[in-house]
């Protein structure tokens, strides 16, 4: 069988521990070579991709740098049977089209959500404390208390909203807790407390927090939710941190809001699209604290997702069944409930 896959072009200098890049391909060259199927690792990004399309079995990336499967590309593929997220999170394979073509889409749940958890933990403290101008001023050579000081709070006390509270939302729901806040959630799934959350309706969520927090997957339904309606409803000086997925924040809207001074800041690493342009406006947005998207790539995550991967396509040369909880679209159907259409609130 013909795999192709898309990983991040390896650093010369940096690639000791990284596995997860075009070089070293999460070791899957030779795991596939000795069972008879060709790698095809793509060299110039997406630009590759459609060379493949028409011969191509299997397409594996990740949702750090995807390969977009638009619904387009799908039907150029005909023999395209499974596309595999090395990670988690799946928005980048249109599912419809997946479903409608019988393609099975799967990813490696809980690779990562430790490491996404532990990411959003740090952006929160990074925007409460100013964190980001207080560096700056230390690279910089200048020493101005009261610019620094005049934006920055203690995290304790605060009410810290989380939407969409599945692994990674409650991961980040225990660690926040020791920090004395209050913490509430909002998922359409239940309307459950928890041992450490309160769950509020979507409208109180968005009104009432100081910190939101979206670990959401992006759906149809939340696709553009945090528009200039939805943000400008939210307290003056609060905060959104977003290490789902970039457009379920409306681009440009959100720079207006923080421009304005009604959102006190934004961070996470997503974006939209990905490899981010070098002119996306949330590079030079004021009050920011972004990353690329690499807070589910710490090394610890990068060899359970070779693992995963290479468990899935065990699965799927032997014709075994996938594990239910990594299985997003399978036998003609959406069958994982994250993504399953539903109303937003």
């Known amino acids: 069988m013909k795999i192709v896959a898309l990983f991040p072009k390896a650093t010369e200098g940096e690639t000791e521990n990284n596995i997860l890049d075009d070089q070293t391909a999460l070791n899957l060259r030779p795991f596939l070579e000795e069972k008879g199927h060709e790698l095809v690792v793509l060299k110039n990004g997406e630009e590759d991709l459609d060379k493949h399309l028409k011969d191509m079995d299997v397409v594996i990336s990740a949702p750090f740098y995807p390969a977009y499967m638009t619904a387009e590309r799908i039907e150029k ?3 395209l049977k499974i596309a595999i997220t090395a990670g988690v999170g799946s928005d980048h394979v249109d599912l419809e089209a997946a479903s409608k073509h019988d393609i099975s889409v799967v990813e490696v749940t809980d690779s990562n959500t430790v490491s996404v958890a532990e990411h959003i933990v740090m952006t929160t403290l990074i925007l409460v ?19 620094v000081t005049n934006h920055a709070f203690e995290l304790q006390n605060k009410t ?45 969520l968005v009104e009432t927090s100081d910190v939101l927090i979206i670990t959401s997957p992006l759906t149809p339904e939340t696709d553009n939710l945090f528009d200039y309606d939805t943000i400008s409803r939210m307290k003056d000086g609060s905060y959104i941190v977003n290490c789902a997925r970039g457009k379920i924040v409306n681009k440009d809207e959100i720079v207006q809001m923080v421009k304005e001074n009604h959102i006190q800041g934004y961070g996470g690493d997503v974006w ?13 947005m004021p009050r920011n604290a972004m990353t690329i998207h690499y807070s589910g790539m710490v090394i ?46």
């Open 129 to 147: 404390r100013n964190y980001e101008e207080g560096h700056h001023q230390s690279e910089d050579g200048t020493w101005n208390l009261t610019k």
């Open 272 to 284: 939209y699209p990905q490899p981010a342009p070098a002119d996306h406006p949330w590079r030079k």
């Open 77 to 79: 593929a005909p023999n």
């Open 160 to 204: 810290i909203g989380i939407f969409g509270l599945g692994r990674i939302g409650r991961l980040v729901g225990e660690r926040l807790k020791p920090f004395d806040v209050n913490i509430q959630h909002y998922r359409r799934s239940s309307q459950e407390d928890t041992d450490f959350s309160k769950y509020v309706d979507f409208d109180q």
């Open 300 to 345: 610890e995550a990068l060899y359970r997702i070779e693992e995963g991967v290479k468990n899935l396509l065990t699965d799927f040369f032997e014709e075994k069944p996938f594990p239910e909880k990594d299985v997003i679209v399978n036998g003609g159907q959406i069958t994982s409930k994250s993504y399953a259409k539903n109303d937003k609130k």
